[in-house]
């Protein structure tokens, strides 16, 4: 606006701002999105002051902005406020109008070309989680996808725990079921409760979890602790102090030692420091 008016590069012109964010941009180098409008700033009001070929007899500058605390009621601003309104909704000049910078495709954002890809890849993921097999089993465990939450509590957890709750979660775990499904095992049942009382049931997560009455003794201080969510795979699996219990279930049955090592129930690492 200013380049058109002859009077500019004689006197100094002074535009104000309320932005004290956009003052403080134009002096200073930054990186961020954005900033390539930041720095045409700068580049305009040195070529107004480039046109004039006279420097200012003061010795004053050209050009100044300065911080005003609001411009409400001062009739440009207004009118500018009315046109940064209009532009919002989606209207804007003809090309011609506008500053060079902005006639051609702006350029786009790197963060938010980064989080478009995530959130595409993201989508991707789910449809392709949904035809897995495990889906719908993963349905009455952990319905988060991706499981960034089971992600995070597995981090505080020793290499074996976190292996352990893999394990629970896909149910290949060496217990029955599973052991028969891959021909380990020659049997589906829980030979325990068999041995105790010839009953048939097939040794799933739940059984050993919360069923198994060879375990009783060892459920009683998880089924204290974790109240009613002493059955309830999945709410246990999506809080730590949750997970706690069932680890040290898991350490007083000793069921895995072979497999995940005697240090499975040692939570102590996972209580909070003292003091
Ligand atoms: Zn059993």
Not at 29 to 42: A, C
Not at 63 to 88: P, S, T
Not at 133 to 146: E, K, L, Y
Request: charged letters at 25%; aromatic letters at 8%; hydrophobic letters at 35%.
């Amino acid at each position: 606006m200013l380049q058109g008016r002859p009077e500019v590069g004689k006197a100094t012109a002074t535009s104000y701002s309320d932005s004290q964010a956009f003052i403080k941009a134009t002096g200073a180098r930054n990186t961020g999105p954005g900033q390539y409008l930041v720095l045409e700033y700068p580049r305009l009001t040195e070529i107004m002051k480039d046109d004039t070929n006279t420097p200012s007899p003061t010795g004053t500058p050209k050009f100044a902005l300065k911080w005003i605390a609001a411009h409400k009621g001062v009739k440009g601003n207004e009118r500018v406020d009315e046109e940064v309104k209009r532009a919002a909704q989606g209207e804007s000049s003809s090309l011609e109008e506008l500053p060079t910078i902005l006639r051609k495709h702006l350029p786009t954002s790197a963060s938010v070309a980064k989080q478009e890809f995530a959130e595409t890849q993201k989508a991707r993921w789910l449809e392709t989680w949904k035809t897995l097999p495990c889906f719908a089993r993963f349905q009455h465990i952990d319905t988060s996808f991706p499981f960034n939450k089971f992600r995070k509590i597995s981090s505080v957890l020793s290499r074996s725990q976190s292996s352990l709750l893999i394990q629970l979660r896909t149910g290949h775990i060496p217990l029955n079921s599973y052991l028969h499904h891959i021909k380990k095992s020659a049997t589906r049942h829980c030979t325990n409760c068999w041995d105790a009382s010839h009953r048939s049931i097939i040794e799933t997560v739940i059984h050993y979890l919360f069923e198994c009455q060879t375990y009783a003794t060892e459920h009683y201080d998880m089924d204290r602790a974790l109240g009613h969510h002493s059955r309830d795979l999945k709410g246990i699996l999506g809080r730590l102090d949750r997970i706690k219990e069932l680890l040290k279930y898991v350490g007083r049955t000793a069921r895995f030692k072979m497999t995940l090592g005697d240090a499975i129930g040692d939570v102590s690492h996972l209580e909070p420091e003292e003091g």
